[in-house]
């Protein structure tokens, strides 16, 4: 026989945890870069949720987000071994966030997959430290118990975490900027135009091709407006005739899903500032792109 008392528990573990949902994703996708892993750190903060003696929770939000959080660590520790021995750059695995309560809910640059390959040079737990801190404006208090430190050591890794990322630090177009440039980026790739490269190019743009050693994924970043543009139109013959495109939503800024038919070859974002297209990000991985498909269904 059911156990009505039971089940009304979990009814009850089942929409506190829906009610936090959206952060605890925003929070584990942030820290991986991956939303097929982030997706199954919250499946597992779920899974510790119903198993944990809830009556002595006096706050299940700061709990599950510390859940999460201790999770998406365990996750990131060894997601940076298993990348050594990835072929080629790797980069985030795109999100799409047309329509999206849980990513938008807290948007931030944190999100943006330009950010997110930086956020990479962190250690995870700069990551941890910076995204709670920035993104969801978590007191260091409330940091330094989450990663089981004290409020000093939270104070400098958000600080470290901060450096790494003023280093690299450009102020980004507008939106409707950001579109023009992406359109007179792909006139130009497709008809191997190479002066109309040149001028969108910033001098020292770096193309990103993640293919884990697909056959036409570049292994090495290419570095330098010449250099890219060359590439930009010796690939031209090879990847664009028969190939069409379709504007994307991909983790806030507006992308280009480039297909054969229905069959997705790729996904290419950029990262554009004052002095032009300063970041090409080309995923050509399969998995990832199915990924990024499937994402757009993932409230349904």
Do not use: C
Not at 24 to 43: C, H, K, N, P
Not at 194 to 212: P, Q
């Amino acid at each position: 026989m059911s156990d009505p008392a039971a089940e009304s528990s979990l009814v009850d573990a089942a929409e506190v945890f829906g009610s936090v949902r959206p952060r605890l994703f925003g929070i584990a996708y942030r820290m991986l870069g991956s939303w097929t892993e982030a997706e199954d750190v919250v499946q597992d903060a779920w899974l510790r949720w119903q198993n944990t003696d809830r009556t002595v929770v006096q706050n299940p939000g700061a709990f599950l987000a510390t859940t999460t959080t201790r999770l998406a660590l365990n996750v990131a520790q060894s997601a940076r071994a298993r990348r050594e021995t990835y072929i080629g750059p790797w980069l985030p695995e795109p999100v799409d966030t047309s329509a999206d309560p849980t990513i938008g809910a807290e948007r931030d640059q944190a999100v943006e997959l330009a950010v997110l390959f930086l956020l990479e040079k962190l250690t995870p737990t700069e990551r941890a430290a910076y995204i709670l801190r920035e993104s969801f404006g978590y007191a260091y208090a409330e940091i330094a118990d989450i990663l089981q430190t004290g409020q000093a050591n939270a104070r400098q890794l958000v600080s470290r975490a901060r450096k790494h990322l003023d280093d690299d630090h450009r102020e980004p177009v507008d939106p409707a900027t950001h579109r023009q440039l992406l359109e007179a980026f792909l006139r130009a790739a497709q008809s191997g135009d190479l002066e109309a490269l040149e001028r969108l190019l910033a001098a020292d743009v770096v193309s990103y091709t993640d293919g884990n050693g697909a056959r036409q994924a570049a292994r090495v970043p290419v570095v330098g407006r010449r250099r890219v543009a060359a590439l930009l139109v010796a690939f031209q013959p090879r990847f664009w005739p028969g190939a069409r495109t379709e504007w994307v939503d991909a983790n806030g800024q507006v992308g280009v899903l480039i297909l054969s038919g229905d069959t997705p070859l790729g996904l290419l974002t950029l990262r554009a500032s004052a002095e032009g297209i300063d970041q090409l990000q080309w995923q050509l991985n399969p998995t990832k792109i199915a990924a990024f498909l499937r994402s757009a269904n993932r409230f349904g």
